[in-house]
């Protein structure tokens, strides 16, 4: 049976933090607020993942409560949610995520940033698509306030 998940997460830019997207530093002047390392890339996949499999959402498993999820780096999170996902025989067949940000441009960071979510999901390259869009300078985002990220995953159990 093959299922797919939806996920979406968002958090505002500060300074004095580094930002990292798609489980990758990226060189910027500020980066994500949040109680993990804010990765809003690896969050929507994870949320894409958790509801594709019916396990519920990232904040579930990783409570913002927990002192031991400080800082934790994204790609734990996906790795943990891919042996979630094995113990109730779900492979992963794709992801597609898009980043909603004025900057920085995306496609510079897609190609590392695939590499690195699938190490973390032990998956092909080839299952993950990353695209950047803006909001043509509208809103939060537009005014380089905060950075979303959108994902759809489509799981198959066997």
Do not use: W
């Amino acid at each position: 049976m093959v299922r797919c998940g939806i996920g979406f997460d968002v958090h505002k830019l500060i300074e004095n933090r580094k930002l990292i997207l798609g489980g990758i530093e990226i060189e910027h002047i500020k980066g994500l607020m949040g109680h993990s390392d804010a990765d809003v890339v690896c969050h929507a996949i994870a949320d894409a993942l958790l509801g594709a499999a019916g396990l519920g959402d990232i904040g579930m498993m990783f409570p913002d409560t927990e002192k031991k999820y400080k800082d934790i780096s994204s790609l734990i999170i996906l790795s943990e949610i891919k042996e979630r996902l094995a113990q109730q025989n779900f492979s992963i067949i794709n992801i597609d995520v898009t980043v909603i940000a004025e900057e920085p441009r995306i496609t510079n960071y897609a190609g590392r940033m695939k590499k690195a979510i699938a190490g973390a999901l032990l998956v092909d390259t080839e299952s993950i698509n990353i695209k950047g869009k803006t909001t043509e300078m509208l809103g939060f985002i537009g005014r380089k306030e905060g950075i979303a990220a959108m994902a759809v995953a489509s799981v198959e159990n066997k």
